[in-house]
Each structure stands twice: as C-alpha cells, then as structure tokens.
Nanobody, 115 residues
C-alpha cells in the first residue's frame, strides 16, 4: 500500500485548498478512504471518511459544511476540498486506509492557515 498526499501549503484565513491522495498497491475502489490531521501538541484526529460503496461520507463536527471529501476510482485518488479555512485548521493532513489487517498512512502534507 502506498499513499501520497499533495496540495498542502500556506493560505490566508477564509481561503481554500484542495488536497489529493494518490493510492496504489491495493484495489482502491473496494476500500473506504479517510483524511486525518494532527496539529502541533495534539493527537491525530479523523477529519473525513468516504465509503467504498455509494460514496457515503462522514465528517468531524469541526469541518462540517466547510470540507468535502470525494474520490475518483478511475484515478485511484481521494480528495479533500477545504473551504473557509481557519487558523485552527493548521495541521499536517494524512491520507489513510485500513485494509483489515492494519491502518496505512501517507507521509502527510502541511496545511498552514495564517495571515
């Protein structure tokens, strides 16, 4: 399993970013995909999940209405569209999947929201 995130960066409060996660080494369409984040000094937290069937999504309360998770099974890629960003969204964002044996992680991409 390989997960490679991209799209992070520095953005002003109220701005937008789209994160991408390119997946390989497994049958992408069969698995739920998740985005987590970890801010300095805090535990890693689940941000959003998209199921394999029906593209059902779930979000942390802190990002509902601002973030959208989506997937393109033809491209083996999962996305996280982040709008109305706040300074408290600053964190390293990780793509993740659980294949039933273990949870796999990407290397993470830094998102910094600051003026």
């Amino acid at each position: 399993v390989q997960l490679v995130e991209s799209g992070g960066g520095l953005v002003q409060p109220g701005g937008s970013l789209r994160l991408s996660c390119a997946a390989s080494g497994f049958t992408f369409s069969r698995y739920a995909m998740s985005w987590y984040r970890q801010a300095p000094g805090k535990e890693r937290e689940l941000v959003a999940v998209i199921r394999s069937i029906g593209a059902i999504t779930n979000y942390a309360d802190s990002v509902k209405g601002r973030f959208t998770i989506s997937r393109d099974n033809a491209k083996n890629t999962v996305y996280l569209q982040m709008n109305s960003l706040k300074p408290e969204d600053t964190a390293v964002y990780y793509c993740s999947m659980n294949d039933g044996l273990s949870r796999h992680w990407g290397q993470g991409t830094q998102v910094t929201v600051s003026s």
